[in-house]
């Protein structure tokens, strides 16, 4: 499996949130879901570092 870089999750995540704004936090959740239902969990591992990130990200930006 190819290493994902803490970069590149923060870049996905930040494109996601410019994207969709508050709607990021519920995409990437669902995004998870749907890894996990398929069981592909090399997926579901880096979905849930964007998960993460978005929330990160989405925390930062309340007052």
Do not use: F
Not at 45 to 56: D, P
């Amino acid at each position: 499996m190819k290493t994902i870089l803490d970069a590149d999750v923060l870049t996905a995540a930040q494109e996601l949130v410019d994207r969709r704004g508050q709607a990021a936090l519920q995409e990437a959740a669902e995004r998870m879901a749907e890894l996990e239902r398929l069981a592909r969990w090399p997926e579901h591992a880096i979905a849930g570092r964007v998960l993460t990130a978005v929330e990160n990200l989405l925390d930062a930006k309340l007052p």
